[in-house]
């Protein structure tokens, strides 16, 4: 049963003609013929008496009529309160946000963010994952995007997105003929590596990932830590060094034959990145409506970013 069925119904029931209630509703006479035979179709019964040269309700179309008219009048009413609460739904919108959400996730949900609640303004701050869940606590902010969990009593980490990490190589000579997909964990003490600083959730996750297989990264030929992801990825092509990095962030350099990514065996870095506030803090109208947004776009959505 679809609304442009009903409206058909109704119009007919109105004018107490077909012709009439095609005019009125912009249709042709057969589709509004063909809306209402839907209908009588689905509902099994007859709603119309054609048989006079005046339109009536049978008894069933009696008693659909009253059901048609609140179907309408609840789809209206929805119509408006949605509208009504875009157009309330305004102000800025302060976010806080680790680097890799900041450059290749947030960017997207803004922009159908704003098609939905075009009144809102953003200010975004860029900082580590650490950084953020201090200010959180401390209540400088009232939530952040990061992509580590570090545990606290008073923050709810809502999940909405899941990345995987791999180990970026230089697409040059040296690892030409590599076969990247299972890489023994003894490749990786061999190599000259770029780190992130710590604080960032990139590190804070791959230091945990590498303790599961009692791995330190003193353990690690680390050669420079970098606090840039597009730096480490400018020194990976360079030849300078490789770095566990998001796959997201170098699709556009694998494309490009600039990177080769990597998986190790037995080294798990699929990770989850997260919406983080306080429990005991209310969030804003406009920033609830944000975080409902986040965690309801489905994981489908995500898959274009």
Not at 231 to 250: P, W
Not at 276 to 290: A, G, H
């Given at each position: 049963m679809e609304f442009n069925q009903i409206e058909s119904f109704l119009s007919v029931v109105k004018y107490k003609s077909f012709s009439k209630a095609a005019k009125d509703l912009y249709l042709t006479q057969p589709t509004i013929s063909n809306n209402i035979q839907a209908l009588e179709k689905e509902l099994n019964t007859t709603l119309l008496n054609r048989t006079s040269k005046t339109i009536s309700l049978t008894d069933s179309g009696k008693l659909f009529y009253k059901y048609a008219l609140e179907l309408i009048n609840v789809r209206d009413r929805a119509k408006f309160e949605i509208k009504d609460k875009q157009e309330n739904i305004q102000g800025m919108i302060d976010v806080s946000t680790s680097s890799i959400p900041a450059l290749y996730i947030l960017p997207y949900i803004i922009r159908d963010f704003r098609k939905a609640y075009p009144n809102i303004s953003f200010n975004i701050s860029q900082k580590n994952s650490r950084d953020i869940i201090t200010d959180i606590i401390d209540g400088n902010i009232t939530f952040g995007i990061v992509g580590a969990k570090i545990p606290s009593r008073i923050l709810e980490y809502m999940h909405f997105y899941e990345d995987e990490l791999v180990l970026a190589l230089p697409n040059t000579d040296r690892y030409s003929s590599l076969a990247c997909e299972d890489l023994n964990i003894d490749f990786i003490f061999s190599q000259d590596f770029l780190f992130r600083k710590e604080g960032s959730g990139t590190r804070i996750f791959i230091e945990s990932s590498l303790a599961d297989l009692n791995?330190?990264?003193?353990?690690?030929?680390?050669?420079?830590?970098?606090?840039?992801?597009?730096?480490?990825?400018?020194?990976?092509?360079?030849?300078?060094?490789?770095?566990?990095?998001?796959?997201?962030?170098?699709?556009?350099?694998?494309?490009?034959?600039?990177?080769?990514?990597?998986?190790?065996?037995?080294?798990?870095?699929?990770?989850?990145?997260?919406?983080?506030?306080?429990?005991?803090?209310?969030?804003?109208?406009?920033?609830?409506?944000?975080k409902d947004f986040i965690m309801n776009i489905g994981d489908e959505n995500f898959c274009s970013f």
């Open positions: 791995i330190s990264p003193d353990d690690l030929n680390i050669r420079a830590i970098l606090d840039s992801n597009q730096m480490i990825k400018k020194m990976i092509e360079l030849g300078q060094g490789v770095s566990f990095v998001s796959e997201l962030s170098i699709r556009n350099e694998i494309k490009a034959g600039l990177i080769k990514a990597c998986k190790i065996k037995g080294l798990n870095l699929k990770r989850k990145f997260y919406f983080v506030y306080s429990k005991y803090m209310t969030l804003p109208t406009n920033v609830e409506t944000f």
